[in-house]
């Protein structure tokens, strides 16, 4: 199925002079609403092909229904997304989760829908039916040099299909770690990742980047090889300087400071980008903004000092994407809501009086540094975040539009109950 | 394949000569070793049928060979683990991931082989190809009567089907829980959850025990229903006098002081029993004791100062099993090592110099107290365990004749390398 | 100094335009504004005296200047933030760090600023001067009766103390616990501490209620004695109908999901009330909301569910009260911004639209509640705070009058730089 | 008070039988026992001058008496300890808690009592009297730089101090971070911290090490400006060659690996020494090896890996030193506790079977890498130990030679009741 323009403008009618009440009132209250708007509207984030189906855990998987069972039906998803909030005109791509057949035909097909190619991630935590070696004990960090040459092979095909897609970049996450304490020497498991990375980085084109995202933990793990930010940035100082840390939010520690890690990140000229969603106890892979709001806030708010620093030439190199797993809700609404809890939390961040804070820090003024951000926090950005949507030709309220169309059930009807999406 | 008593005899004739310098020493310095031996001979841990087979994550599952296809291949199994360490003498079976059509044949054979029935698990958090209604948003909690009933009546027909086998005891853990904050009434959801338990509890013969399991937190969760002990104790308390808190190690938010949770249970005379397993982050299901030893033995410490307290009649009641996943190792070898673990800590545990712990404790010399742990955990007790096996006629080192007989090449020929077990 | 009503008139005037514009605008979007507002305006945050002095870590403590060095100026800096936002009407004493010589006296000084007097709260986990016997082991808990006695009689001291002042409460808060193990037997600690209470329990007037604190650790401690909800309530449950738990929001494992708490024992008609701060990583004892406002508004919203449920009578019995520390900042700004923010999480709690979340829970429609929450926690309820502050006699911004009135210049005027609150 | 060679012959004489029984036990089981006890005998853990008296919370300090009231008597006290064990051959200082008046009188003693100077301390962490500017608001990171300034020359001051008395490192432990969300510019007070340590830095003697220690979190704190190991290598880089890592065992967020922390900075090459200590929940300073013996053996068998890859030289310059509190025990008791459980973490580690390791390792055999690191740590090392002492003209048990002597009573007969040591 397709949204249309008159789609669009049909939602929207009834609900326009509710809306500019809101905004009329929000704009008389807030002067710089029209350059947050302006950020809006240029602020895309990616839409990972593997969340467009339901996810499990190790115990179940409840599947939905009208997954896209091929990579053409996972364009058209996300087109379907980005038709309803113009926000999400990208689409990251899993290998080999997704085969691309004939990369021309998937480019014009994501072409017509105003959608690019986002970071290309590679695979090399499950086994897949035509690999020779097994990736059990790891992949880019394993003793055997066979399997690591096979795991980087994987990921410079991985490049080599970016490539013809039209991406700029390649994230590697790897499941590499250890369940026991002995398993693994730690050095030398660095130190082979290192190798088997740089052989990786060697087939990096001039204008490509390479992600390295790292976490903390994995149910049924001892150590994860790579397990933190110190690690990953490690990894990607010895690279060089196409090599970037990828911050994924629920991969950290309990309690972890992650906006202080961003800034730092940004500082050393290191940050890679994002894999946004919400946790409350581990990698919980939970819609963005629905446990700790004011956490995506405040990084975000990080963000905007750093790129106040330096450049916002920068911004355009980050890569801003969701990655998250849908198990109790339809997919494509939760990635609605994951996409609109990004924005509130950007646009709020912009609203922050950034010399007034400056200022209060410079004197110490820790009540009136924490009021500063809490005022922005505090203050309800959604009829700005509408009406950057409302400019775009986008959806006024993307949720409520997508269950008035009805557009899982049409979904269905055009594939069916029982199509799996390939992912988690 | 089976193992026989000159099996085991041709394993120990070479070691004997080394164990026996090795417990004649530690006999002269440990008094009370006679004492131990025989608890240790007495303590039987119960195997889980879902243990047997290889577990796996939401990503990847690296299958092993040779799993067991069948449940008279998982009863085969579990006696092979008991012929090597005579500590083993029970099955625990998942319902239904274990298809018992013929029961008495199925008890023949567990008794051919020395194995009685453990409790009985049920399983509504998965949905089963029969099944009428989804367990996607919980089971025993649901806003749901139909699909509450229903979780009732699986529950009903564990029961029935252990009836038949002779367990006497039923355990219940559910995945019932939320994922979004709204997503549940906490109040409603545990009304919920008694008042299908009540129903369980009403079908409970005379003799049977509930064991109420609860968990802290699964992946992609944001609460979970019987989610601490304190949940659990409430539920059980309600439930009435067959009604206990089962304890399982990978269950808790971190830092947890679990000893100290098992002391209370135990005062409350509403210990049911224990999952054993070990953790490095989360319910990672690890091999027992392989990661925080010490704790292990501080439980085992607990548990005999509750038992010296309520009586060791308590004891034979109490449900001792583990409940690992095995990712890495072979299923087998890791049940033994995990056996191994326990029985060490236990031993350890006996050693303790109750009378002058108290003493210690009475007047609040700390640094006594804790040299009087210390002094039990630093011994090495491994002869101790191994003289209580050699007298039970088991092997002296069951892991090393697992691998000297290469079982598992055994077992793969036998069953061919694709089999795999139902299960995690 | 004093706060006089022209004080606030002068404040509120030259705000009051914008006020109104905000205030129109929110009634005119959330027609049940009113009902909110009456709520905020009956709902009182009771000031803990010892949190009006400048706080401190084993490390450092830097003082601040002005700060009130008798209760009568502890009882002036109370008069002082209930003047500004009439919210903060009651103060909670801490015996000993509070001597009270003359209860008339005091209760005049008190009425006159129209406080009254909230929960009373022994100290058992310091050692006085004139002490007989130390706490260093344990008070409630301690292996010696003596020691108990001790303070069970300083329990009771405290009662009698708090009927002069018309106090209807005692808050028991114990440092008690282990620093290793070994040290403590869990089981005698546990029924030495409920003996203890009982004692205590018995001296209370009919009219009282017993609260029951609980905390999960504390620096330098192995086990805590009363360490979370199931050993308090199990107190509770044991001592009696005038017992109940007490929530401390800072004093839970990392990740606990503390509204299902808060939600558990409303439905067992024992919870006794909160002490509201925030924290990042242990017990922090930050300013309210300053950290996980969202927890802050969910904890709400299971309350007004329960006392929709229980009946709003129960919410008079509740104990509402601030526990947190000032090293950073003035602590009476501090303390206005804590009440802010706690009544923000309140007013939005009572915008959540109660009917519609209960169908969608009963549909299981997760998209939908989550938005039903969200909603409500993304209006800008300041000036509905705002209004009921108004109608109430108090300042639009009392923060900003504070500063503006050079509040704390004026102290230390008054008192000078060098005065030492009692307390923390 | 001072103890003889005749004293220590007098304890050990009526324990030797034992002793030899249990140490040719072991000798006869495991061959590399020399090996073993030479790494013993060369290895010193530093006492820190705080840690002989009694510590405290922000609650409350319970103080024991006999303490050292002049640094004389702490560097008697520590001689004490040497005498017990002869493997606390160096103490550590804090300045301005220690006043060194006489540096050439105070080396004289140290030197009497066989004791070295290890790395001396700044504190910028506390206001002292005679100081001008405030760290309220932090030292090395503080905006202003006139506050930076002052904590520089502080650092210069103690290291031209350390330099008088032998001292070869200088620790630096800041707790600069923030409160509240807003206080701080992460990324200025990171950049801050770099140019005051680079100052600091350039006043470093060419033989000297400056170890830069992280903390993951303090009470009341939001952010650490070197909250991990990540933050303190990016410092120890960018200082330069004679900048090192200090890991703290206490100073993790939940859950850390730091044994992979530690393998990973002695792989960079960075790793400065250790504070050693115990927790269960958060930086507890508790007895080395009292919480988890497992994890400290871990750590141990890192180093070891690591050493025998650098090269056993770099062992030398390692900072290796205990950083507990002492609030219950006897400290200078504790002390001997805290070294005895690192020389058998150290002991288990060197008798790791390396070399079959690396052949498991090799061949991913997780069952053998667990049960040789198991084998090792399970061994009853405690003669290996005591016949190290013994060899060193140590007593064979320092604690019970400790109370036997009754060193508290005559130390409290020397120095009085009401001694109070300073520092923590």
Redesign the interface.
Known sequence: MKIHNQDIESHNAPRIAKHQ??FQ?IR??VPEVEAVIERLQQFQIAIPSWALGT??????R?SGKGEPGTLEQKIEDVGLLHALNQSSGAISLHIPWDNVDDATKVKELASSLGLSFDAVNSNT???QDAQEL????GSLHH?DPAVRKQAVQHNIDVINRGIELGSKSLTVWL?DG???????????A??NTLSSLQEIYAHLPEDWKLFVEYK????????MTI?????S??LANKLGPKAYTLVDLGHH?????I??IV??L???GKLGGFHFNDS????????AG?????QLF?IF??LI??LD?LGWDHATGLGWMIDA?H????PL??LL?SVE?IQ?AYAQALLVNRSA??Q?????D??G??????DA????V?PIVAEARLRSGAALQP?RMFNDLEIRKRLIEERGENTVATG?
């Not at 409350?280 to 819609?287: A, E, H, P, V």
């Not at 209060?360 to 110490?364: F, I, M, S, V, W």
């Open positions: 009440r809101a009132y008389s209250e996810g499990g855990t190790r115990f179940g409840f935590f499950q086994d097994s990736y059990k004990f003793v499941a250890s369940s026991f304490p002995g398993q693994l020497n730690f050095r030398e660095f130190q903390a933990f994995e149910p049924f793990f001892y150590s397990g933190d930010w110190g690690q940035l490690l520690l309990p309690n972890a400071n906006e202080q800034s730092l940004l500082m050393e409350k106890y581990s990698d919980d892979d939970l819609t629905s446990i700790k709001p004011y405040l708010n990080e000092d750093g620093h797993s198990n109790m809700k339809d609404v939760d809501q809890a509130i804070l400056k209060a820090q410079a004197k110490n820790v009540v540094a924490q009021e500063i951000l809490q926090f505090r203050t309800d959604r949720v988690l």
